[in-house]
C-alpha cells in the first residue's frame, strides 16, 4: 500500500483530535473529486512498518491525547489497500486500547467484499458512498455530499 499524506495531528477528519491517513488508491472515478492524484495506488509514499508503528506510537503520546485515527484517501477499502490496512487497525485495536477509528470509503457497506468487512468489524465509524457532486454540500459535516452516511458502528 502507499499513502498521499498523514497528518499527525488532526482536528479536520473526524471528531476530536486525531492522526489522519490519506491512503492512495481509489477505483470510483466519483466526477467532482477533490483528490484525484490519490487515484493511483502506486502513487505517493510506501507504507511501510517504520509508518504503521509511528502511526501507533503517536496514537499513544500521552503529550499530544489523540481520540483515535481516521482513514481516508483515496479508498482504504480499495481491494490493493486490503492486507495493510487489516494488519493496521488490527494493531491499532491491540496497541492502543481506547483509541477509535473512523474510515471513509466509496463503497457501500451493505456491497463490501468479506475481505472489507472483515476491516469493517475492527472499525468503530464508517462513512460510506461515492461522492456525488450534485449533492455536495460544504455544510455537512464529515461528508462531502448528502447521499454519503455515518455509519455509528460500535
Ligand atoms: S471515493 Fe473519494 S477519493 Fe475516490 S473518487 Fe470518490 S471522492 Fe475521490
Not at 510506501?46 to 481520540?67: A, G, H, P, V
Not at 481491494?79 to 486500547?97: D, F, Y
Not at 477509535?100 to 468503530?124: F, K, P, R
Request: charged residues 20%.
Amino acid at each position: 500500500m502507499h499513502y498521499h499524506q498523514y497528518y499527525q495531528t488532526d482536528v479536520i477528519n473526524g471528531p476530536g483530535t486525531r492522526a489522519t491517513l490519506f491512503v492512495s488508491g481509489c477505483e470510483h472515478q466519483c466526477r467532482g473529486c477533490y483528490n484525484q492524484s490519490t487515484w493511483n495506488p502506486c502513487s505517493g509514499h510506501l507504507f511501510d512498518e517504520q509508518m504503521m508503528q509511528t502511526i501507533i506510537d503517536d496514537l499513544n503520546d500521552s503529550r499530544i491525547k489523540r481520540r483515535g485515527l481516521s482513514l481516508s484517501g483515496g479508498d482504504p477499502l480499495f481491494p490493493g489497500n486490503l492486507s495493510a490496512i487489516l494488519a493496521l487497525v488490527t494493531r491499532v485495536k491491540e496497541q492502543c486500547p481506547g483509541k477509535d477509528i473512523w474510515l471513509w470509503t466509496g463503497y457501500l457497506l451493505d456491497e463490501l467484499t468479506a475481505e472489507q468487512q472483515a476491516i469493517v468489524e475492527l472499525v468503530n465509524v464508517v462513512v460510506d458512498g461515492k461522492f456525488e457532486q450534485s449533492l455536495a454540500d460544504p455544510s455537512l459535516v464529515f461528508k462531502g455530499s448528502s447521499n454519503q452516511v455515518i455509519h455509528y458502528l460500535r
